[in-house]
């Protein structure tokens, strides 16, 4: 049976109305940032650069986006539409090896007003994964910052088809001194409803964590709007002018860029950059700043809830810091737990400053990022949901056999692990439709063909995106409030005794033991049991603290089937992306590790 033909589909619906598509902003990120109205606010600062305390207005940063697009097109021909390919949607394709940055904003802007397409890379690439962006994209053009001009050199050597460099701290130099007459000479591209569908403005490299080389991720002027849009409408509390964020996660990503290179200037809100995770500086950023909400992944919350350093940064935080949003990964409650306690004074969050309010999101870069959000004043958030989904959107939660499922009735999410260890939950992988979904997969039909599925309930009077269904690759399960819950990647669960295991339901509860700093859990086989088994990689606050004891206390809390019979290994540090996700790949490829705890009975 085709599982787009299925009869019993179940399609659970966004709780924040729908908005029409004709009503929708469809032309370039740029216009709709524009139509903000502070494009030309010179009052207060819309960038500001953490280490320096360099500030720019949004003023500067258009007119700094003004003089890099005239740069971009007269001195290295970024054009609009792309003569090394066929492709009509792409135009010169830019990568930027540039990390968080006071003019990377401007950048975007200067590129995106151009028509070029933008691949943002990471300034920590190795020559390889270089190599592999530049082949993929087919950039024409490289944006570059100093301590990465090695990589860039030795990439290019391996580069058959000429690609022109440019380094961001002479472009900046060379800013100013650009003649009016080059600016004004250099066409902005307005794009019309239609084109705005088609026309790509980002390649995004997705995470790669299914194995394999990263893909380049399709997405369109219309995909980023949308998403900024819809995230606005669906947590309307968190979108004013009076935020001062502090910009940690990168900006190649594209939850940063969603979040600080649109959303933020959109609104006319101050972005506080940060070009490496500094903690110091951070909480120095915060007291000077008065920064009040981050955009974080787990393990920088996790810094906030133990490390040693935050303690002498309470007070400002507790008097000033309002909101953090976490994605890209799962965050735990316990986790949420120990940071509203060191933050904010109290489990709830609750204080006499206004409270702290953590909120998770869920999002991958193929999202463009935003599926599912709370706004902090909802009374049915809750720290074991991903959200709700955003307007526009629609999800479906499919079984192994192709059943959908229904949404499930559990009014106390504190319920939820009781009820995952007795099983026969309705979940399923996560399939959704909407405005944010990716144009598709780069030059990669055989990953789009696994990734999207036709929907047979399409109508002419539909919208365009309502066409067909991506699957996400992620477990989930809804309830009847709308909340959803995402249980683990379909490729990252465990059999232990024939029975699923999700690592990050393991990682949250190790998360709550005091001396665990991080954890990672996979799954080894037992070859002489017939099984897989949980290990759990940890890094300990105390290094000399016996981690046996560790699993020792986590054996205590679990089922037999959940327990560390996989035994535990120390690390370091858990290896993960710059978005925060564990890459379990890498763990399940390491030799030679000393196993402690190693369970040699009988399962």
């Given at each position: 049976?085709?599982?787009?033909?299925?009869?019993?589909?179940?399609?659970?619906?966004?709780?924040?109305?729908?908005?029409?598509?004709?009503?929708?902003?469809?032309?370039?990120?740029?216009?709709?940032?524009?139509?903000?109205?502070?494009?030309?606010?010179?009052?207060?600062?819309?960038?500001?650069?953490?280490?320096?305390?360099?500030?720019?207005?949004?003023?500067?940063?258009?007119?700094?986006a003004d003089k890099f697009r005239a740069l971009l097109?007269?001195?290295?021909?970024?054009?609009?539409?792309?003569?090394?390919?066929?492709?009509?949607?792409?135009?010169?394709?830019?990568?930027?090896?540039?990390?968080?940055?006071?003019?990377?904003?401007?950048?975007?802007?200067?590129?995106?007003?151009?028509?070029?397409?933008?691949?943002?890379?990471?300034?920590?690439?190795?020559?390889?994964?270089?190599?592999?962006?530049?082949?993929?994209t087919g950039a024409s053009l490289i944006v570059y910052?100093?301590?990465?001009?090695?990589?860039?050199?030795?990439?290019?050597?391996?580069?058959?088809?000429?690609?022109?460099?440019?380094?961001?701290?002479?472009?900046?130099?060379?800013?100013?001194?650009?003649?009016?007459?080059?600016?004004?000479?250099?066409?902005?591209?307005?794009?019309?409803?239609?084109?705005?569908?088609?026309?790509?403005?980002?390649?995004?490299?997705?995470?790669?964590?299914?194995?394999?080389?990263?893909?380049?991720?399709?997405?369109?002027?219309?995909?980023?709007?949308?998403?900024?849009?819809?995230?606005?409408?669906?947590?309307?509390?968190?979108?004013?002018?009076?935020?001062?964020?502090?910009?940690?996660?990168?900006?190649?990503?594209?939850?940063?860029?969603?979040?600080?290179?649109?959303?933020?200037?959109?609104?006319?809100?101050?972005?506080?950059?940060?070009?490496?995770?500094?903690?110091?500086?951070?909480?120095?950023?915060?007291?000077?700043?008065?920064?009040?909400?981050?955009?974080?992944?787990?393990?920088?919350?996790?810094?906030?809830?133990?490390?040693?350093?935050?303690?002498?940064?309470?007070?400002?935080?507790?008097?000033?810091?309002?909101?953090?949003?976490?994605?890209?990964?799962?965050?735990?409650?316990?986790?949420?737990?120990?940071?509203?306690?060191?933050?904010?004074?109290?489990?709830?969050?609750?204080?006499?400053?206004?409270?702290?309010?953590?909120?998770?999101?869920?999002?991958?870069?193929?999202?463009?990022?935003?599926?599912?959000?709370?706004?902090?004043?909802?009374?049915?958030?809750?720290?074991?949901?991903?959200?709700?989904?955003?307007?526009?959107?629609?999800?479906?939660?499919?079984?192994?056999?192709?059943?959908?499922?229904?949404?499930?009735?559990?009014?106390?999410?504190?319920?939820?692990?009781?009820?995952?260890?007795?099983?026969?939950?309705?979940?399923?992988?996560?399939?959704?439709?909407?405005?944010?979904?990716?144009?598709?997969?780069?030059?990669?039909?055989?990953?789009?063909?696994?990734?999207?599925v036709d929907a047979t309930d399409y109508t002419p009077?539909?919208?365009?995106?309502?066409?067909?269904?991506?699957?996400?690759?992620?477990?989930?399960?809804?309830?009847?409030?709308?909340?959803?819950?995402?249980?683990?990647?379909?490729?990252?669960?465990?059999?232990?005794?024939?029975?699923?295991?999700?690592?990050?339901?393991?990682?949250?509860?190790?998360?709550?033991?005091?001396?665990?700093?991080?954890?990672?859990?996979?799954?080894?086989?037992?070859?002489?049991?017939?099984?897989?088994?949980?290990?759990?990689?940890?890094?300990?606050?105390?290094?000399?603290?016996?981690?046996?004891?560790?699993?020792?206390?986590?054996?205590?809390?679990?089922?037999?089937?959940?327990?560390?019979?996989?035994?535990?290994?120390?690390?370091?540090?858990?290896?993960?992306?710059?978005?925060?996700?564990?890459?379990?790949?890498?763990?399940?490829?390491?030799?030679?590790?000393?196993?402690?705890?190693?369970?040699?009975?009988?399962?």
């Amino acid at each position: 049976m085709s599982l787009s033909n299925t009869p019993t589909a179940i399609h659970h619906l966004s709780r924040v109305e729908d908005v029409p598509l004709s009503q929708t902003f469809r032309g370039n990120i740029t216009d709709f940032v524009r139509s903000g109205g502070f494009a030309d606010d010179d009052s207060k600062p819309c960038c500001i650069d953490a280490k320096s305390g360099q500030q720019l207005t949004q003023k500067q940063v258009w007119d700094y986006a003004d003089k890099f697009r005239a740069l971009l097109h007269h001195d290295n021909n970024l054009c609009p539409f792309n003569s090394s390919t066929t492709d009509p949607a792409l135009g010169d394709v830019m990568i930027t090896l540039v990390p968080n940055h006071l003019f990377i904003t401007s950048l975007h802007f200067a590129a995106l007003d151009l028509g070029a397409t933008v691949s943002p890379g990471s300034a920590g690439y190795t020559v390889a994964e270089l190599v592999n962006q530049i082949n993929l994209t087919g950039a024409s053009l490289i944006v570059y910052t100093r301590p990465v001009f090695k990589t860039v050199r030795e990439a290019l050597a391996q580069i058959v088809v000429p690609v022109k460099i440019v380094e961001f701290e002479s472009l900046i130099e060379r800013a100013e001194f650009v003649q009016s007459h080059k600016i004004q000479s250099t066409k902005k591209i307005t794009l019309s409803p239609e084109e705005s569908y088609s026309r790509i403005a980002y390649l995004g490299m997705s995470s790669g964590t299914s194995g394999g080389l990263p893909k380049a991720v399709r997405l369109s002027h219309f995909n980023m709007v949308s998403s900024a849009e819809l995230s606005k409408r669906a947590a309307p509390s968190i979108a004013g002018a009076e935020q001062i964020a502090g910009a940690i996660i990168p900006v190649n990503h594209v939850y940063g860029l969603a979040k600080f290179l649109i959303a933020m200037p959109k609104s006319g809100a101050t972005t506080v950059f940060h070009s490496k995770f500094d903690l110091i500086e951070i909480l120095e950023a915060q007291q000077k700043y008065k920064v009040n909400m981050y955009a974080l992944v787990p393990p920088i919350i996790v810094v906030l809830a133990k490390h040693p350093a935050v303690e002498k940064y309470i007070p400002s935080l507790r008097e000033h810091l309002r909101y953090v949003s976490s994605g890209a990964a799962p965050l735990g409650a316990n986790v949420i737990e120990a940071c509203n306690k060191r933050l904010a004074g109290t489990a709830s969050g609750e204080n006499e400053f206004g409270g702290l309010k953590i909120v998770q999101g869920y999002g991958l870069t193929e999202t463009s990022p935003v599926v599912s959000t709370f706004d902090p004043n909802d009374p049915e958030r809750h720290a074991r949901s991903c959200g709700k989904l955003v307007p526009n959107t629609q999800a479906r939660i499919v079984s192994e056999d192709g059943v959908d499922q229904p949404a499930y009735e559990l009014q106390d999410l504190s319920q939820l692990e009781a009820e995952l260890k007795k099983g026969n939950l309705p979940t399923g992988e996560l399939w959704l439709r909407g405005p944010q979904i990716m144009d598709g997969y780069h030059k990669n039909d055989e990953a789009n063909a696994e990734s999207f599925v036709d929907a047979t309930d399409y109508t002419p009077n539909m919208p365009f995106y309502m066409k067909r269904w991506f699957r996400t690759g992620d477990v989930a399960l809804v309830d009847t409030l709308g909340r959803y819950m995402i249980v683990d990647r379909t490729k990252e669960m465990i059999k232990s005794m024939s029975k699923q295991v999700a690592p990050a339901e393991l990682e949250d509860i190790l998360l709550g033991h005091p001396q665990v700093a991080d954890a990672a859990v996979i799954g080894v086989q037992q070859v002489e049991k017939g099984t897989e088994a949980p290990r759990a990689f940890l890094v300990l606050r105390d290094p000399k603290f016996d981690a046996v004891e560790v699993k020792k206390w986590m054996d205590a809390q679990v089922p037999k089937y959940k327990q560390l019979h996989g035994g535990v290994v120390v690390l370091d540090a858990v290896p993960k992306n710059a978005s925060g996700k564990i890459l379990r790949r890498l763990l399940r490829q390491r030799e030679n590790d000393v196993v402690l705890g190693l369970d040699k009975s009988k399962l």
